[in-house]
Every structure is written in C-alpha cells, then in structure tokens.
C-alpha cells in the first residue's frame, strides 16, 4: 500500500540570501535560485558545514526534522517514535543561529537537533519511561549527558518512545503505542531503545540518545541500520535516566555513521561525581574519538568469531549467512579472523536474574528522588494497571523479589566476574583485538510476533564495550548487525575497526518508507 504522506515546507528565504552572499554579490538576474537544503541522511560534520558556510541555519533545520516527523511519524507509514516534541527547541535553535553569528560555533553539535529516549530526564517535560504510570513525573533538572549535550550547543528536538519500563525489545509502551521498524513497518524496530533507532532510520534528527542493559542500544541500531555502542561499565553517567539495573545499566548513542558515533561520545562520557561508577572515566577516554577513525583500522587486526553466538537454532541461519559475508568483507580488509569457543559460556550467560532483581528497587528509588511523583512503587503500578499488558509478567517477576540479599542475587553476581574474566583470558591467550558475532541471531521479527536471536548478555553482563555496525541485509531487505567486543575501555580500537569496515563496505543504506520530502511518495510494507 502506498500512502501520499504530508508535506511541510521549511521557509528557505534565509537560504537564498545566504547562497547569494556566498557567490560574492552576484545579481539575481545571473543566478538560478539555490536548492532546498535536504536534512535526509545528512551527518552531523555536513550539517556543520552547512551552518558554518551559512546555507542553512540550525532554526531551519529543527524545521525541516519536524517537518519529516509530521510527515512520516504521525502520517505516511506512521512510524511512531516520537512520544513528545521539545516546544523550546525552534527558540533554542534560534538563540544558537545568534550566538554562532556574534561568537562563532562552540564546536560540532552547535545547533545540530538530536532526540533523546524518553527514560532521559529534560527539565521541563515529563520523563515517561514509555508508562502512563510516569506520564506526569516531571524531572527536576536534566539528566547529565543531556547537560552535556546542551552544553555542546545540541537542540533537543524531543524524546523517543521505548518499550516501557525498558523492560523489552520490541518497543511498545502504554504511552507510546507500538512503534514500527522503518525498513518494514509491519516490523518491531528492536528494543528498548527502538524509538530513538527508528527515528535515527528515518532521519528525524541527526543523532540519538539511547541506553542499553542487554542490547538496548544494539539491538535497534542492528534493526534499523545503525551504529551504537554500548562502552565499558563507567564510561558514561547514568544520573538522571531512570534506571532499569544499576549494575548494568549505561546510556549512549544510536547514530548513522561512526563519524557521528565518535562525536556524540565526546560530548556525552566523563566523569559525574553524581554516578559514582565514572569516577575514573575521565582518565580512560582520549581527548577525543574522532582521532580514531581510521580508513586502515582493520590492517593486521585480528578477530574472534564466537561461533556459539552465531548460529543456536535454524531461523539463525538467515542472519548467519549475512555474517559469513561480512567474516569475508573483515579478511578483505586486512584483519585475520579466526574462530573461537569460550569455555562454559552457554552457562556463563544463562541469567536475567541481575536485570530482574534489581529493577524494583532501582525504580522505586528514583521515584522517590522526584518531587511530587504520582506513584512510588512497583505495587502501586501494578494494583492500578498503570502499564502495558504486555510487560505485566515481567513486572510482577520483580516485584514478588522481597531483597537482593539472597544467594541467588549473590550467585548471579558472582558470575558476571567469572564470565569478564574468561572472555579476556580468551583474548589474551589468543592475541585477539576484539570478538565478532551478529548482534541479534535473527532478524527483526514481525509486530506481535516473539522476537527471537538475542545476543546482548556477553557484553552486558561482562560490563566489556562493544559496538554494532551496519553488516548487510538479508534476502528480504532486513538489516544485520555485526557487533565487536574489546578490552575495557578500549573504545578507540573498536571505532577504528568499526570505522574501517563501514567505509570498507558501504552497507548503510535509507529506507524507502522515509524518503526526502516531495521526491517520492513513502513506501508504506
């Protein structure tokens, strides 16, 4: 089926006066008018340019996004990521335009519109966490990389909707509804971070923020074609985001490039004496990632192929296929990958009970850290259905945990530190710079279907870094992930081979239900 979508034209006057001054004065009559500025898949660096060289002003760029959102969110294929728009980010972006014409850029982000999951805390709107039960709690300052964001000179355009409470992949929420995967809108965009993931796909923003405690940043940039990297434990600060499991929790970006990836981190990551986890971080990072975006960074690398997590059952196979070229595209490039087994590992992984146990308590207290919250626990939200049937079993699964002192809790712990210990053993003995396996198993699965293939816990329980990178598609047009994992903090080394494969193969690509506006109408799956 395909559906005209809506059409909103940004003013482009500034435009035309700008493209004159830049030919030096030339007189009309000379001239065929300028054409439109396109935001469509446009990085963060060209959309500096664009700002610094005055075609485009970023005023005209929150345009132009909330012109493709109005498009293509709320109409067209109806992807519904966007649980609420920021009402300041047009005047935000307006005193950004004056401050760059009378002081000149503050660096990469000024002006740049980027979205936020709606488990960020942004003075002013309500955090949600995708629940009806949160729909009026209202933060009372930002969360710390939205401070850091604004401070870099960032427009928040608005915040994206997740599977409630964080609490899934599929991303559907009592607040937000289902949101739907851009590249097949009858598709689960991944989760729980899958509202910021479609948003990224169908270029509603330059960049977006996410946070993941198993694969919720990497399973949506999987999904929708995108780069995310969930860092080492401690890199980035939690404070202000709601949280789902303090010892595995971490928030970071979902971007379309690694370029983008790199110059989000460094405006995000550091040191936040309210998280006391980072207080290392500053001495752990580069003075910036983008010096590590390498076009020769797979020569001489050498790779681990962790064959369990590529094929468990036959519907991998789908994905496995898409691997198995990407495994080729690495050794083209210059890296040696050879296959490895780790030990124990199936039964290393074989837990939830962390994420489970600690999410009542970790709720509760950052509901009770928030003036006038309408609700204080867990129960409550439960006894008053204030929440999608679709999380409940989950929900009531953490509420019956009575307290986190118990063997089990103490057991589950335990193992993540026998587990970071055996993966980096495993690399050492093997001299391997980081494992390779598919971010999911299996593609994103139909809405309402179960989502199957889930690779996320070796990163998330280790608390080791990995990233997700665009690695092809499968026969029916689905992304495929292929996700790194490294030493800590060795975030630098996984850009650089993350960098060297994205230039090296090219695999990201639009999708077609979310074109420019006024070229073609969307295709609507």
């Avoid at 850029?105 to 955090?127: C, E, F, M, Q, W």
């Avoid at 850091?148 to 909707?161: D, F, P, Q, Y």
């Avoid at 940039?221 to 401690?234: A, D, F, P, Q």
Wanted: charged share 20%.
């Amino acid at each position: 089926m395909t559906t005209r979508a809506s059409r909103v034209t940004p003013p482009f006057w500034p435009l035309f006066t700008a493209w004159l001054f830049l030919l030096g004065g030339a007189a009309c009559s000379e001239v065929l008018p300028p054409e439109p500025f396109e935001v469509t898949e446009k990085s963060i660096t060209e959309l500096q340019m664009a700002m610094e060289a005055r075609v485009v002003l970023s005023e005209q760029l929150v345009e132009m996004y909330l012109a493709r959102i109005e498009a293509y969110d709320e109409h067209g294929p109806a992807i519904n990521a966007i649980i609420v728009l920021n009402p300041e980010a047009v005047e935000t972006a307006r005193a950004l335009d004056e401050e760059r014409r009378v002081a000149g850029s503050r660096g990469p982000l000024h002006g740049i519109p980027v979205l936020i999951k709606d488990n960020y805390d942004l003075a002013g709107l309500p955090t949600t966490n995708g629940s009806i039960a949160m729909a009026d709690v209202l933060p009372p300052d930002d969360a710390f990389q939205v401070r850091r964001l604004r401070e870099a000179g960032a427009v928040i355009l608005g915040k994206t909707n997740l599977h409630e409470f964080a609490r899934g992949i599929t991303t559907i929420s009592s607040i937000g509804g289902q949101t739907r995967n851009p590249y097949d809108t009858s598709r689960n965009p991944g989760g729980s971070s899958g509202g910021t993931g479609a948003a990224m796909a169908a270029s509603f923003a330059a960049a977006g923020m996410g946070s993941d405690t198993c694969g919720s940043i990497r399973i949506p940039s999987m999904h929708n074609n995108l780069v995310g990297l969930r860092g080492t434990e401690g890199l980035s600060s939690r404070d202000g985001v709601v949280p789902l499991s303090h010892t595995q929790d971490i928030a970071g970006p979902l971007t379309r490039s690694v370029t983008d990836l790199a110059i989000m981190l460094d405006a995000t990551v550091g040191t936040d004496p309210a998280d006391p986890v980072t207080l290392d971080a500053n001495n752990r990072i580069p003075a910036t990632y983008t010096s590590s975006l390498d076009v020769n960074g797979l020569e001489d690398a050498r790779l681990g192929l962790l064959t369990m997590l590529v094929v468990q059952e036959s519907e991998d196979e789908t994905v496995a296929d898409v691997i198995s070229t990407a495994v080729d595209d690495l050794e083209g490039l210059g890296a040696e990958v050879v296959e490895v087994e780790i030990d124990g590992l199936a039964e290393l992984l074989d837990t939830y009970v962390v994420l489970s146990h600690e999410f009542k308590f970790d709720l509760e207290a950052y509901l009770a850290a928030t003036p006038a919250a309408p609700v204080s626990s867990l129960a409550q939200i439960l006894a008053e259905r204030l929440h999608h049937p679709a999380v409940r079993e989950r929900l009531e699964q953490s509420n019956a945990v009575e307290s986190l002192d118990t063997d089990e809790y103490r057991e589950a712990i335990g193992r993540r530190d026998v587990l970071r210990r055996a993966v980096l053993a495993t690399m050492a003995e093997l001299e391997i710079d980081a494992l390779v396996y598919p971010t999911m198993r299996q593609q994103a699965a139909r809405i309402g279907e179960r989502q199957g293939g889930d690779n996320c816990r070796l990163s998330a329980h280790s608390g080791l870094p990995a990233i997700t990178v665009p690695a092809g598609f499968t026969p029916d047009g689905m992304p495929v992930g292929l996700e790194m994992l490294g030493r800590p903090f060795a975030e630098p080394k996984l850009i650089a081979l993350a960098y060297a494969f994205e230039q090296g193969t090219g695999h990201r690509r639009p999708p077609s239900s979310t074109p420019p506006l006024g070229m073609t109408d969307p295709v609507v799956q």
